[in-house]
């Protein structure tokens, strides 16, 4: 994936929105009078070409590849719609509102093609575009593998959240043996509002997003909510070290394994999700595991027990099992092995025992909690 350096990053700010590489020449008379490209972010892409010939000018296609992790090169193709003539201005607009949003950050390679009457063609040589977020100023902090963005707060916020994300990353290979493969840039908006502007159509209780296949993330953190905004850095970070650990052509990570790897980043459960899990415990009202792998509900309450239930799965297996055999599940799905085939040869059981295993485990815990509390539990 090609990426700035800090310098680079920090002079595109100083750039013009529109960018124009220089006119090329073909042979019989068929140039390249000027391409160009303007970016209106997060929303539109705007390509524009501008040719001559001796003849009419009788097809024009833009071809573009996004910079992302894929098993195979997609190469797409804009068919563009003109009026044959010996010199034409063409121009075509990208609209991320039916297509789908890119992170800040994502990098386009572009090229046209172009023909005339005789069936003579020429190709310009690829262009890259880099779709930043021009509204804001970034500063840079860089450290390892990680690079953090950030417009609102002074050094000392960014150098707080760098060490959150440093210590997340420590603690996942410590307990998990995953760590980064490619490097991670890490977008902080100063708040929840203008994460949301930088979304196409995101839902209002977004907090932050892992763009797991540009190595790319997008958080709101206020300066005044660095707590939250550590938390959320290595819930997210999480993510995409675990994508990328996972990554195959054949299956995803079952829904409690991704969430609760990430919650296990973030550290100890918050007291609500806590006690919602011992009121789960106590009142027999648990999600079964092989539940937990789907989707989770979009009930607020389900969801968060759907959460803390996963943490709590994935805390029983690194205690229990150890590090090894959690870095030994993660290589074996990543070659494609189903969630029951990849915890039988691993561990011995399937979801279902796994649920069986993990239900007297954390029934227990609440037991001998509760007797030294001198309160009578019912499991």
């Known amino acids: 994936?090609?990426?700035?350096?800090?310098?680079?990053?920090?002079?595109?700010?100083?750039?013009?929105?529109?960018?124009?590489?220089?006119?090329?020449?073909?042979?019989?008379?068929?140039?390249?009078?000027?391409?160009?490209v303007q970016i209106d972010f997060p929303a539109h892409l705007d390509f524009s070409l501008s040719a001559r010939n001796d003849i009419d000018i009788t097809d024009i296609r833009l071809r573009y590849n996004i910079d992302r992790v894929s098993y195979a090169q997609i190469t797409s193709e804009v068919y563009i719609d003109f009026v044959p003539d010996t010199e034409?201005?063409?121009?075509?607009?990208?609209?991320?509102?039916?297509?789908?949003?890119?992170?800040?950050?994502?990098?386009?390679?572009y090229w046209w093609v172009v023909l005339d009457a005789r069936g003579k063609k020429m190709e310009t040589k690829p262009a890259i575009v880099e779709f930043d977020d021009l509204r804001y100023s970034w500063q840079i902090l860089m450290e390892g593998k990680v690079t953090l963005y950030w417009y609102e707060g002074d050094r000392h916020f960014a150098a707080e959240l760098m060490e959150a994300a440093q210590h997340a990353l420590a603690r996942l290979a410590e307990d998990t043996g995953a760590q980064l493969e490619t490097p991670v840039d890490i977008y902080i908006y100063a708040d929840n509002r203008d994460l949301l502007g930088s979304l196409i159509f995101p839902q209002e209780w977004t907090g932050g997003v892992a763009f797991t296949r540009f190595g790319i993330l997008a958080i709101g953190i206020a300066p005044g909510d660095l707590d939250w905004g550590k938390g959320t850095i290595a819930h997210e970070l999480a993510h995409l070290v675990?994508?990328?650990?996972?990554?195959?052509?054949?299956?995803?990570?079952?829904?409690?394994?991704?969430?609760?790897?990430?919650?296990?980043?973030?550290?100890?459960?918050?007291?609500?999700?806590?006690?919602?899990?011992?009121?789960?415990?106590?009142?027999?009202?648990?999600?079964?595991?092989?539940?937990?792998?789907?989707?989770?509900?979009?009930?607020?309450?389900?969801?968060?027990?759907?959460?803390?239930?996963?943490?709590?799965?994935?805390?029983?297996?690194?205690?229990?099992?150890?590090?090894?055999?959690?870095?030994?599940?993660?290589?074996?799905?990543?070659?494609g092995s189903s969630y029951d085939g990849a915890l039988n040869k691993v561990y011995g059981f399937d979801m279902d025992g796994l649920n069986t295993l993990w239900r007297d485990y954390i029934s227990d815990r609440l037991a001998y909690g509760a007797l030294r509390l001198g309160i009578s539990v019912v499991c």
Not at 89 to 107: E, I, K, Q
């Open 1 to 36: 994936m090609s990426k700035k350096s800090g310098l680079l990053a920090l002079l595109i700010c100083l750039l013009p929105v529109l960018l124009s590489p220089v006119s090329v020449q073909a042979q019989d008379g068929l140039s390249i009078l000027d391409s160009s």
């Open 88 to 109: 034409v201005d063409v121009n075509w607009s990208w609209d991320m509102r039916r297509t789908g949003g890119l992170p800040p950050g994502a990098v386009i390679e």
């Open 242 to 335: 675990i994508h990328q650990v996972t990554l195959n052509p054949y299956t995803d990570l079952p829904t409690w394994l991704n969430e609760g790897l990430a919650m296990y980043a973030e550290g100890q459960l918050e007291p609500y999700l806590a006690d919602l899990l011992d009121k789960g415990i106590a009142e027999n009202n648990l999600i079964s595991v092989r539940s937990l792998a789907s989707p989770f509900s979009a009930h607020r309450e389900e969801a968060a027990l759907s959460y803390a239930q996963s943490h709590s799965l994935v805390e029983f297996l690194i205690n229990h099992y150890g590090q090894n055999k959690m870095l030994e599940l993660l290589n074996t799905i990543r070659r």
